[in-house]
């Protein structure tokens, strides 16, 4: 049976859907998202949408906090750089060609959740890299 905290493909992809549904649930060019609720002032339900809102910023923050851990700033340079270069590489290729606002809001959308994806998932990677054991991974 594998470790709790062992690295797998399908653990990468629940992490990616979990920072996915932050972001995306945060905001979204669909308007189904906890801004367009937020600024509905017909919707005077303001002790939900206070609950909420702190519910999702605790969250995102949680993920930021992980990723800032486990890979820190040059990490998250890194991968803006990366994703970065890939949005070039697209654009020079004519991938991308007919992309509208929110089309571009999107992508900038799930750029940001794929960084988090990877900085919670890090620590796993690099364990499973490197075949060392966390800290926190020792029991007696």
Do not use: E
């Amino acid at each position: 049976m594998a470790a709790p905290s062992s690295f797998s493909f399908p653990g990468l992809v629940v992490r990616w859907l979990a920072a996915a549904f932050l972001v995306f649930a945060l905001y979204n060019p669909s308007g189904h998202s906890y801004y367009h609720w937020l600024f509905d002032f017909g919707d005077t339900r303001w002790s939900l949408k206070a609950l909420a809102g702190l519910g999702l910023i605790i969250a995102l923050l949680t993920f930021a906090y992980a990723t800032l851990r486990a890979i820190g700033r040059s990490g998250v340079l890194a991968t803006v750089i990366f994703f970065t270069v890939v949005i070039w590489a697209m654009i020079d290729n004519g991938l991308l060609d007919s992309l509208g606002v929110w089309g571009w809001v999107t992508i900038v959308l799930v750029i940001v959740s794929s960084i988090l994806a990877i900085g919670v998932s890090w620590s796993h990677v690099r364990a499973r890299l490197s075949g060392q054991a966390d800290s926190n991974d020792v029991t007696l």
